[in-house]
T-cell receptor, first 116, second 115 residues
Framework: GAVVSQHPSRVICKSGTSVKIECRSL??????MFWYRQFPKQSLMLMAT?????????EQGVEKDKFLINHASLTLSTLTVTSAHPEDSSFYIC????????????FGPGTRLLVL | AQSVTQLDSQVPVFEEAPVELRCNYS??????LFWYVQYPNQGLQLLLK??????LVESINGFEAEFNKSQTSFHLRKPSVHISDTAEYFC?????????????FGSGTRLLVRP
């Protein structure tokens, strides 16, 4: 089946630093990738939709200058949390859409970010 | 706009008992429907999906869900649960014909299987 990886799985950083999270589709080409944020015991909130070769589309209320998304290839999207603060601590999950099976998103294992 | 309602935040059940996790949705257009499962500190795994055709869909591990258009529901059922089924279950919809292919998630239901 379709596999999506994320790296790192867990990161701890100091307030004010930037953190990059990678999302890769391992066995398929992902024309679209999605970035979600999940707070403890809550559902997933879509942050942005990332299309290969074009600018990401951000959901209302998500700061595009704080959460930089780059989708440079059909198998890689990155999310950079710039100048991270403790309130950015969360579980970040990416998903990828297989252009062939377009109705289905495959999710990565998530990245736990802790900002001290 | 679409919305998904999972009324039960937690469902405790004994091992080998049947379970139903409820999901209702609201949408002005036709939708695809999904159930995802999330184990602790992990991402989501696709459990099953309804795209078209038979309204009853099954997963490989014994779960099934039935799309009921008139009731706008997509309840998840399993006739006999195992301890290993303990997880968070999310119902989601995606509007047909929406080029963004967004998923709209419900708030999730925690299934807690007790011995």
């Amino acid at each position: 089946g379709a596999v999506v990886s994320q790296h790192p799985s867990r990161v701890i950083c100091k307030s004010g630093t930037s953190v990059k999270i990678e999302c890769r589709s391992l066995d398929f080409q992902a024309t679209t990738m999605f970035w979600y944020r999940q707070f403890p015991k809550q559902s997933l909130m879509l942050m942005a939709t990332s299309n290969e070769g074009s600018k990401a589309t951000y959901e209302q209320g998500v700061e595009k200058d704080k959460f930089l998304i780059n989708h440079a290839s059909l198998t890689l999207s990155t999310l950079t949390v710039t100048s991270a603060h403790p309130e950015d601590s969360s579980f970040y999950i990416c998903s990828a859409r297989d252009g062939g099976g377009m109705e289905t998103q495959y999710f990565g294992p998530g990245t736990r970010l802790l900002v001290l | 706009a679409q919305s998904v309602t999972q009324l039960d935040s937690q469902v405790p059940v004994f091992e080998e008992a049947p379970v139903e996790l409820r999901c209702n949705y609201s949408s002005s257009v036709s939708v695809y429907l999904f159930w995802y499962v999330q184990y602790p500190n992990q991402g989501l795994q696709l459990l099953l999906k309804y795209l078209s055709g038979s309204t009853l869909v099954e997963s490989i591990n014994g779960f099934e869900a039935e799309f009921n258009k008139s009731q706008t529901s997509f309840h998840l059922r399993k006739p006999s649960v195992h301890i290993s089924d303990t997880a968070e279950y999310f119902c989601a919809v995606s509007p047909k014909g929406d080029s963004s292919y967004k998923l709209i998630f419900g708030s999730g239901t925690r299934l807690l299987v007790r011995p």
